[in-house]
């Protein structure tokens, strides 16, 4: 199976495996990361589940759908690559991708 590394926004990481088709969203739930909330479950409504990915990954999680860029225009300290984990599906090509986790949801 591919593996997530989540990190922290205080540094400390996490590196899970991940069955192939799971979000990173339910990745982080599964393996009980903190920062995540997914208020919505994975709906793309709320984007409580806003993460960064590492820019060397960035290209390979394809572009946000609209709808994702909207809900990411309310996240706190939105970035260039950021992401709603909900929206972000595990593959093989993925295997090692750095998640980097904000210190706030909102």
Not at 67 to 95: G, H, W, Y
Request: hydrophobic content about 35%; glycine content about 8%; aromatic content about 4%.
């Amino acid at each position: 199976m591919p593996i997530v590394k989540f990190v922290n926004h205080d540094g400390s990481s996490k590196e899970v495996e991940v069955a192939v088709g799971t979000s990173l969203m339910h990745a982080a739930m599964d393996n009980s990361i903190d920062g995540i909330i997914a208020d919505c479950g994975g709906a793309c409504s709320c984007g409580t589940c806003h993460c960064y990915i590492d820019e060397a990954w960035l290209e390979k999680t394809g572009k946000p759908e609209d709808i994702e860029k909207d809900t990411i225009e309310f996240a706190l300290d939105a970035k260039p690559n950021s992401r709603l984990s909900c929206q972000v599906l595990m593959s093989d090509d993925l295997d090692g991708i750095v998640v980097n986790v904000p210190e706030h949801q909102y």
